[in-house]
């Protein structure tokens, strides 16, 4: 027969007491995957609009080029006009892709900004989470640290 002395402590009970003891929020675990969340949908705002301007002026950039190309295959009276239409078409190509550059760098700065601007604002939203989190849980250990004491006596 068993003593008091070598019975087996019930371990899970022991645990739930200990848990209830101390109970977990999990408003700030939430609160803090919906901040995640909601930064990743205007993450993907950005890259996707980013995206869709940069295929607008790629398509742009496509006509244009298939339009002065155009013209230059176009047959001629004289030999020299072909040599004429050939330089023309370089020409306007050179000055059409350092304007075409130059809005895909307009681009690109817009989605930088975009970005820094969001993980700044990120940044702040979940360091307030964060502070928000440690608060309450102090605050609810506390409480229960009073209680367990009060408890005890």
């Known amino acids: 027969m068993a003593t008091a002395k070598n019975a087996t402590p019930d371990m ?4 739930k007491d ?16 919906k901040t995640a969340a909601t930064l990743n949908e205007k993450l993907s705002h950005v890259a996707i609009e980013a995206a869709e301007k940069s295929t607008e002026l790629q398509s742009k950039w496509m006509k244009d080029m298939l339009t002065k190309m155009g013209e230059m295959t176009k047959a001629k009276s004289e030999p020299a006009d072909y040599a004429k239409a050939m330089t023309d078409f370089a020409s306007a190509q050179a ?15 817009k989605v930088q900004m975009d970005t820094v601007e969001l993980m700044m ?7 307030e989470d964060a502070s928000a989190a440690m608060k309450k849980a102090t605050s609810d250990m506390t409480t229960a640290a009073k209680k367990a004491s009060t408890a005890a006596k």
């Open 121 to 127: 604002a990120a940044g702040k939203d979940f360091s």
């Open 18 to 33: 200990m848990m209830s003891a101390f109970p977990v929020d999990t408003a700030a675990m939430e609160d803090s995957f």
């Open 12 to 15: 899970t009970q022991m645990m």
């Open 95 to 109: 000055e059409v892709t350092a304007e075409h550059m130059a809005a895909f760098a307009e681009i690109a700065k």
